[in-house]
């Protein structure tokens, strides 16, 4: 065995742990966890949030699309009411001239 691989094993060897070691892992898991059940319900909140958001946009730009076309069909409703009284009105004036 050579000097590195004498050093390795040294500096490799199993050492047990310093006192109170494993209750101080203990306490980060658990306030860990505490941080991660804060962040949790957060991130689910602001992902209903912007999904919310989202859908109304849509909904919004689908109410403004309705709008618009309502709005075209009474213009063409408008133009045929207005030339069928046209035409109307023209049969009335040749009915009363016979």
């Given at each position: 065995?050579?000097?590195?691989?004498?050093?390795?094993?040294h500096a490799?060897r199993?050492?047990?742990?310093?006192?109170?070691?494993?209750v101080?892992?203990?306490?980060?898991?658990v306030?860990?966890?505490?941080?991660?059940?804060?962040?949790?319900?957060a991130?689910?909140?602001?992902?209903?949030?912007?999904?919310?958001g989202?859908?109304?946009?849509?909904?919004?730009?689908?109410?403004?699309?309705?709008?618009?076309?309502?709005?075209?069909?009474?213009?063409?409703?408008a133009?045929?009411i207005?030339?069928?009284?046209s035409?109307?009105?023209?049969?009335e004036?040749l009915?009363?001239?016979q």
């Amino acid at each position: 065995m050579n000097d590195l691989e004498r050093q390795l094993r040294h500096a490799l060897r199993p050492k047990p742990a310093p006192p109170g070691f494993a209750v101080r892992v203990l306490e980060r898991t658990v306030r860990t966890r505490r941080r991660a059940a804060f962040w949790i319900p957060a991130a689910a909140a602001a992902g209903l949030l912007i999904t919310g958001g989202i859908v109304h946009q849509r909904d919004v730009a689908r109410g403004e699309e309705a709008k618009r076309q309502l709005l075209t069909a009474l213009e063409i409703t408008a133009e045929k009411i207005h030339f069928a009284e046209s035409k109307v009105r023209r049969l009335e004036a040749l009915e009363q001239r016979q």
